[in-house]
């Protein structure tokens, strides 16, 4: 008995780009998971940010083309990630339209706060959009991102933002009703668990004041927390 396995589908076709409006920590960082896994090749790619100095730090540790003018860049772009701040998100979605548009392209948001209705509101046209809340252990591969759908995003639009996300960790499809729990549990979770780290170390140091500094990731308290966290992880029973 024979078996296939299905591939996933691109996330773009052979003659589209993927662009990420936003090339600070996130947007790289989302580049990079695609760039390793395999899933997008760097001349597929390209990027932007207001700053002319990131632009240039961007392009030389990405490989490749990221400009403060996205004029040129948009009209070939399948899918787009918008990793700006709130505020910034009226004008962003203003000279997307003015560059071109394309009514088909995917549009992948990480916006907090901000709904797909206000989304589609803002920027007045049918385009599909996914919003997405990552978090910031995605630098390190261990990510947890929720994403939904918006009013005209098909199973395949949600299913390639999926596949963006698990580059960089892992990712789960809800509701957005879900968004403001998720927000706090674990877009900001990592910071409390930081502070829980820190307090530990700062009790341990009270109680052992001769105990040698540490780097941080060497003291028994972040190892503690790196030890734990695989034993909290669901574990599969072997079948009978």
């Given at each position: 008995?024979?078996?296939s396995?299905?591939?996933?589908?691109a996330?773009?076709?052979?003659?589209?780009?993927?662009?990420?409006?936003?090339?600070?920590?996130?947007?790289?960082?989302?580049?990079?998971?695609l760039?390793?896994?395999?899933?997008?090749?760097?001349?597929?790619?390209?990027?932007?940010?207001?700053?002319?100095?990131?632009?240039?730090?961007?392009a030389?540790?990405?490989?490749?083309?990221?400009?403060t003018?996205?004029?040129?860049?948009?009209?070939?772009?399948g899918?787009?990630?918008?990793?700006?701040?709130?505020?910034?998100?009226?004008?962003v979605?203003?000279?997307?339209?003015?560059?071109?548009?394309?009514p088909?392209?995917l549009?992948?948001s990480?916006?907090?706060?901000?709904?797909?209705?206000?989304?589609?509101?803002?920027?007045?046209?049918?385009?599909?959009?996914?919003?997405?809340?990552?978090?910031?252990?995605?630098?390190?591969?261990e990510?947890?991102?929720?994403?939904?759908?918006?009013?005209h995003?098909?199973?395949?639009?949600?299913?390639?933002a999926q596949?963006?996300?698990?580059?960089?960790?892992?990712c789960?499809?809800?509701?957005?009703?879900?968004?403001?729990?998720?927000?706090?549990?674990?877009?900001?979770g990592p910071?409390?668990?930081?502070?829980i780290?820190?307090a530990?170390?700062?009790?341990?140091?009270?109680?052992?004041?001769s105990?040698p500094?540490?780097?941080?990731?060497?003291?028994?308290?972040?190892?503690?927390?790196?030890?734990?966290?695989?034993?909290?992880?669901?574990?599969?029973?072997?079948p009978?």
């Open positions: 008995m024979s078996t396995t299905k591939k996933a589908p996330l773009i076709a052979g003659n589209e780009t993927l662009g990420v409006i936003g090339a600070g920590v996130m947007g790289r960082t989302i580049l990079r998971g760039f390793d896994s395999g899933v997008l090749l760097r001349e597929q790619a390209w990027a932007s940010s207001r700053s002319k100095e990131t632009c240039e730090s961007a030389e540790e990405l490989g490749i083309v990221v400009s003018d996205i004029g040129n860049l948009v009209a070939t772009a899918l787009i990630v918008i990793c700006v701040k709130p505020r910034q998100i009226a004008g979605l203003s000279s997307l339209k003015a560059a071109g548009l394309k088909g392209t549009l992948i990480i916006l907090a706060g901000t709904t797909v209705a206000q989304l589609e509101s803002l920027l007045g046209t049918e385009n599909p959009w996914v919003r997405a809340m990552p978090n910031t252990p995605c630098v390190v591969r990510g947890m991102t929720a994403v939904c759908a918006g009013t995003a098909t199973p395949e639009h949600l299913a390639k596949r963006i996300f698990e580059a960089v960790g892992t789960v499809a809800v509701e957005e009703g879900y968004f403001n729990a998720i927000t706090a549990l674990s877009g900001s910071a409390f668990q930081y502070l780290m820190e530990f170390a700062d009790a341990g140091r009270s109680t052992a004041p105990w500094r540490q780097p941080p990731s060497a003291t028994p308290a972040s190892r503690r927390a790196a030890g734990a966290i695989p034993r909290a992880r669901p574990r599969r029973r072997r009978p």
